[in-house]
């Protein structure tokens, strides 16, 4: 078993509106030291596959297709075992 973790972003060309509100806010609040909101997609999959190749494979075929879209969005993929969890 094998654990993905992809996280989704706007491409940079592209205005993020809600980094712009979020950025807005946080200048409303006093921290105008902070510029360059971007928002983006945190994305967790457990994915069995015989091994971690296939697993990434299978992360970046799901990502590519479903997860983002390819005119907008770019996206980087994390794979690695996934952990065990241990009976309570």
Do not use: C, W
Request: aromatic residues 4%; charged residues 30%.
């Amino acid at each position: 078993m094998f654990k993905a973790e992809v996280k989704v972003m706007l491409r940079s060309a592209i205005l993020d509106v809600q980094g712009k509100t979020v950025e807005h806010s946080l200048h409303s609040l006093g921290y105008g030291g902070v510029g360059h909101v971007r928002i983006g997609k945190h994305i967790t999959l457990e994915i069995e596959a015989e091994n971690l190749q296939e697993a990434e494979r299978i992360a970046r075929e799901i990502s590519r297709q479903v997860l983002s879209n390819p005119v907008m969005e770019d996206f980087e993929v994390t794979v690695h075992e996934a952990e065990v969890e241990e009976a309570r």
